[in-house]
Structures are given as C-alpha cells and as structure tokens.
C-alpha cells in the first residue's frame, strides 16, 4: 500500500452533533488514503462499520432536485435500454428515502428498495416505496432472491464504495439478479476525483475509490462482468458500470476500453498518477483558510450553503470555525439545531441567509454548483457572492 493523501483525524462526516452533546467527547478517526499498487484499489481502512453510519443515517437524497432529476432520466433510459415492461422485478441496494424508486413505483414496475437505514427506509414506505431495512450480503440477496424472484435490473447507485466486504457485497448482488439480467452501479470516479481535486468526497463512510479497472476486479470477485461504461457529471465525476453475470456478460463495449486507456494514460496504474496530489490538496487548504481570514480582517461575513459529508471533510481538514463560518444552512430539517461534526458550525434553516444578508456564501456541495448558483440568485440583491472551493477556489458574482 502507497500513502496518496493524508488529511489527519476526523469525525465521520455524517455524525451530526445534537446541542446537548457539545459538552461531550467526540471520537476521531484517521482519513488517510492509500492506494495498493497490485490491484490499484484506492482504499480506506475500515476504522468504523457500516453500522455505526448507516443505521440511523443523515442524509435524504430527495431533498436534491438534481438528483431526483437524474434518477428519473435514470429510470427512463433504464426501462427503454433493457425493455422493462409490467412484469419486470427492479431491485435498488441502498435505496434511501426512495428517492428513484418512486419512479418505478409510477411506472407501474414491481419493486423493492433494500436500505439499511431505519429513518430513511421509514420515509421511502410512507413514499409509497416497498422497502426491506437490511444491509445487503449473499444472505440477503438469497432471501430476497427466493421470496421476490430474481430482478431483471439491480441498482446500486453511490453504494460501492460504502462496502468494507466488497467481495461479500458482489456476491450479494450476484444473488439478487436474475442469470440473464442487469446490475447497473454509480460510483465516484478516482480519475476526476485526482484530476479535480476532489478530495473532500474522502471519509470515512467512503472505504474505496475505483477506476474502472479497479471496478472490473471487483465485480469479478462476486461473479459479475462489466460490460459497459458511462462517463457521468454527478458527484464531480461518476461512472456508471453496467454488469452482468459472467455467464451472460459477452464482450464489453469499446467505451470501456476507451476509459481504461484514459485511467492508464493519467498513470492511475502506477505511482507516478498519484503524487502530486497531497501537494495540490494542501493548496486548497491554503486558498480557503486566506479567504476566509481576510475576509474576517475585513469585517465581512461568510457562511456556509449545504451541510454535506463531503464539506466536513473540508471543514475539518482546513480547521475552520465558527469564528470564520459564522453557520451554514440546509434544505434537510433533520439537520437544522444540529452542528457540524468536529468543527461544531451551527446548522441553520436556507431563510437564514436572506433575513442576514452576508457578504459570502461558502457552498459546500460544490458539485451541484448549477443547481444552487440558480436556488441561490437571491444573494445578488444585496450584493453578495457565492465561493466554491473546489476545484479551486473561485468567488462568483451571482446573476439576477
């Protein structure tokens, strides 16, 4: 294993601090990401279990428009690539509050959300989604398997990298699909995630980072054969494997040896890809920490938009405070009271920003950056600009 990133101790990113527990201690974890220079998995040890994340679970993917758009085009290409009618059995692992499903539901397919998150299961079933609270392992999918029947398509979108057992985890998916059926995954891509800077999207929920020859290794150790790839925006830089049960798989498509001649040509499959970027990730922390302090000097407020995994990992990595983000806000009521793990921002409700006018608004979700530039046009009334850090950093004027 080869060090790629060091970005000390953090809290997971996802453990949200209720007020009456800021008094108490608060365990940290290392986040350092290595890479093994015989598979080229880039990896995380897994220092906290998937149960201690997942089982009670902030994040509630339908509070993103974005997203929820991108699950509906999802399902629509999905249903006319494979030719999903009414007698099709859709299976989505780590399904949330529903938030694709429901566009299953609507279109009249049988379905079955696997999400072993209690409160967000919860809503995906008052969502009119069938829902089974498990974690998915070759038991599950067998179980699943022999009530349900086998699915023509299962869906695993923003899960694989979430596995500490990948092994266990492809075979788990290996039971669920039908022998001539379609497992479609979405998983953050190590390319741009190198390419971008991108390394607020490292913690601790997040064990492993793929390419897609990595991917390919994986999905093998469970039975799987990639047969396709999509090259997606989402998360900063995504891609979308298309797999089958070896058996069924055939010969894969010319994009998959087109995005594997990229990963090689970036020198993904060798050291030299990897390091320069603890270099380029210090001078994000440098930037943001000198705006952010001469901002202050200025006498001009700055907070935060979004209270996202991905921006704890950033808060905490730069060591930032309420005394440079005074709060930041978020769409999801189930965060609002709360305070960021670690550096302990308030989180506030999205009217907050209009009733104080600051002069920045620091966004922390940065990959939704079209998105919120529009739901955040308003700041333009009292001349306020909006900061993204990432890739680099970059303060906009908001337009009208």
């Known amino acids: ?51 201690e994340t997942f089982s009670e679970y902030a994040y509630f993917s339908s509070y993103s428009t974005s997203w ?31 938030y694709l499903l429901r566009h299953v539901v609507d279109r009249g397919i049988r379905c079955l959300g696997i999400e072993p998150s209690v409160n967000v299961g919860a809503a995906a079933r008052d969502a009119g989604v069938p829902t089974l609270t498990r974690f998915l392992d070759p038991d599950t999918g067998t179980a699943v398997r022999a009530e349900h029947g086998p699915a023509d398509l299962v869906v695993a ?4 990298a979430h596995i500490p057992d990948v ?28 390419e971008e800077n991108q390394y607020d999207t490292i913690y601790h929920e997040h064990f492993q980072y793929y390419t897609v020859a990595s991917a390919i ?15 997606l925006p989402t998360h900063g830089g995504s891609i979308r494997l ?15 040896a087109e995005v594997l001649d990229r990963e090689k040509a970036a020198g993904l499959q060798e050291m030299s890809g990897y390091t320069e970027f603890s270099a380029r990730v210090a001078k994000v922390r440098r930037d943001l920490l000198r705006f952010l ?17 991905k921006g704890n990992t950033l808060l905490n990595h730069c060591g930032i405070r309420p005394d440079l983000l005074a709060y930041t806000v978020d769409r999801n009521p189930y965060k609002h009271g709360r305070f960021t793990p670690g550096t302990r ?30 739901q955040l046009s308003f700041v333009h009334d009292w001349g306020g600009r909006l900061v993204f850090p990432i890739p680099e950093l970059s303060v906009v004027e908001v337009k009208a």
């Open 217 to 231: 290794r994986a999905l093998a150790s469970g039975g799987l054969s990639l047969v396709d790839v999509e090259l």
């Open 345 to 374: 921002i308030p989180i506030l409700p999205p009217e907050r920003i209009a009733a104080d006018r600051p002069d920045y608004v620091l966004v922390l979700p940065w990959n939704l950056r079209a998105e919120l530039a529009e």
């Open 1 to 51: 294993m080869a060090s790629v990133v060091d970005l000390g101790a953090t809290p997971p990113c996802e453990s949200f601090l209720a007020a009456e527990q800021l008094d108490g201690p608060e365990p940290a974890y290392p986040l350092h990401l290595r890479v093994c220079t015989d598979c080229w998995l880039a990896q995380l040890p897994p220092l906290i279990t998937p149960e």
């Open 157 to 160: 979108n923003n899960v694989y």
């Open 68 to 98: 929820v758009e991108h699950a509906r085009r999802f399902v629509a290409d999905a249903v006319r690539r494979l030719d999903l009618g009414a007698d099709a059995f859709v299976v989505e692992v780590a399904s949330n509050d529903g």
């Open 242 to 256: 298309w797999a089958r049960p070896a058996e069924a798989a055939g010969e894969p498509s010319g994009r998959v």
């Open 293 to 309: 302090i001469e901002a202050a000097e200025r006498g001009e407020t700055v907070v935060g938009y979004g209270a996202p995994g």
């Open 167 to 194: 092994v266990g985890f492809t075979r788990g998916l290996r039971a669920l699909v039908a022998d001539d059926g379609w497992v479609s995954i979405e998983v953050q891509h190590l390319l741009t995630l190198i």
